[in-house]
Antibody
Framework: EVQLLESGGGLVQPGGSLRLSCAAS????????MSWVRQATGKGLEWVSG????????YYADSVKGRFTISRDNSKNTLYLQMNSLRADDTAVYYC???????????????WGRGTLVTVSS | IQMTQSPSSLSASVGDRVTITCRAS??????LNWYQQKPGKAPKFLIY???SLQSGVPSRFSGSGSGTDFTLTISSLQPEDFATYYC??????????FGGGTKVEIK
């Protein structure tokens, strides 16, 4: 059974940093592209960042480019999102997401984690 | 690429046929996926490539369309189908965009 378990969310002040982790199990983690998708309370889904299976290619939404860094450790089956210079509009539930079939980029998400809440507030 | 869903919400009864529309700001061929999300839960993958049903998804769900106009149809609405539905384009992968969502409520 595929499982994605996010951690690392919490309350942080504007300008602060946070590192999210996603522990994956139940599939060959090193074979799939992964992404982070976020959802502000009562709002829709927003793709944030993606990474290829090997970790050599990374992609970002314009809203987080230069502030967030995605990475993965295939030896630990874990995906990360380092978030710096956080702003109030980064407040959201952050979901870890597995691509349906691709090793290079995320096109369809077939499995989602339960999400971790990030709140940016003073 | 902007994705626009309509309506933003609808009320329907069990057994009704429900259709949700998703329009892309430019042609995306059939690079269109659909998800269902219930309150407090992660989204669930329903349909990929505009019309292919994900494994395990009931056959009352179907998708159609190509280019800029797409539809998700629930042929006979069931109690467990009350949720919010999102379309998502993958034409510009790796940059993905979602529609604003359509909330299906009980009439």
């Amino acid at each position: 059974e595929v499982q994605l378990l996010e951690s690392g969310g919490g309350l942080v002040q504007p300008g602060g940093s946070l590192r999210l982790s996603c522990a994956a199990s139940g599939f060959t983690f090193r074979s799939y592209a992964m992404s982070w998708v976020r959802q502000a309370t009562g709002k829709g889904l927003e793709w944030v960042s993606g990474i290829s299976a090997g970790g050599g290619s990374t992609y970002y939404a314009d809203s987080v480019k230069g502030r967030f860094t995605i990475s993965r450790d295939n030896s630990k089956n874990t995906l990360y999102l380092q978030m710096n210079s956080l702003r109030a509009d980064d407040t959201a539930v952050y979901y870890c997401a597995k691509d349906f079939s691709s090793a290079e980029t995320t096109s369809e998400v077939d499995y989602w984690g339960r999400g971790t809440l990030v709140t940016v507030s003073s | 690429i902007q994705m626009t869903q309509s309506p933003s919400s609808l009320s329907a009864s069990v057994g009704d046929r429900v259709t949700i529309t998703c329009r892309a700001s430019q042609s995306i061929s059939t690079y269109l996926n659909w998800y269902q999300q219930k309150p407090g839960k992660a989204p669930k993958f329903l349909i990929y490539a505009a019309s292919s049903l994900q494994s395990g998804v009931p056959s009352r769900f179907s998708g159609s369309g190509s280019g800029t106009d797409f539809t998700l149809t629930i042929s006979s609405l069931q109690p467990e189908d009350f949720a919010t539905y999102y379309c998502q384009q993958s034409y510009s992968s790796p940059v993905l965009t979602f529609g604003g969502g359509t909330k299906v409520e009980i009439k």
